[in-house]
């Protein structure tokens, strides 16, 4: 059993920068995949970023130069930072980890103002 939670959106300016977090708690022993996806009202769910075991990497097109997925696999945490942001970056954002099957967040809300 594993519970994901993500913490750290909120309201921010344009240009500004948010730092999420996602931990992973119950009994784990190793996460394969740690992902970030967002929803932005009236879209699809888009894949963000993603971070692999080995350390690489996958960005959006539209967020690459601008965000840093990083893992901490002795908290089994993912970070998001996110500088520059945009309006368009608004939207909730939801952590995913892969143990076995795919575990989502409850999701967090960010919101760049104009």
């Known amino acids: 059993q594993v519970q994901v939670m993500e913490s750290g959106g909120g309201l921010v300016q344009a240009g500004g920068s948010l730092r999420l977090s996602c931990a992973a708690s119950?009994?784990?022993?190793?996460?394969?995949?740690m992902a970030w996806y967002r929803q932005a009202p009236g879209k699809q769910r888009e894949l963000v970023a993603r971070?692999?075991?080995?350390?690489?990497?996958n960005y959006a097109d539209s967020v690459k130069g601008r965000f840093t997925i990083s893992r901490d696999d002795a908290k089994n945490t993912v970070y998001l930072q996110m500088i520059s942001l945009k309006p368009e970056d608004t939207g909730v954002y939801y952590c995913?980890?892969?143990?076995?099957?795919?575990?989502w967040g409850q999701g967090t809300q960010v919101t760049v103002s104009s």
């Open positions: 995913m980890m892969t143990y076995f099957r795919d575990y």
């Open positions: 119950g009994s784990i022993s190793s996460i394969s995949t």
């Open positions: 971070v692999y075991r080995s350390g690489f990497t």
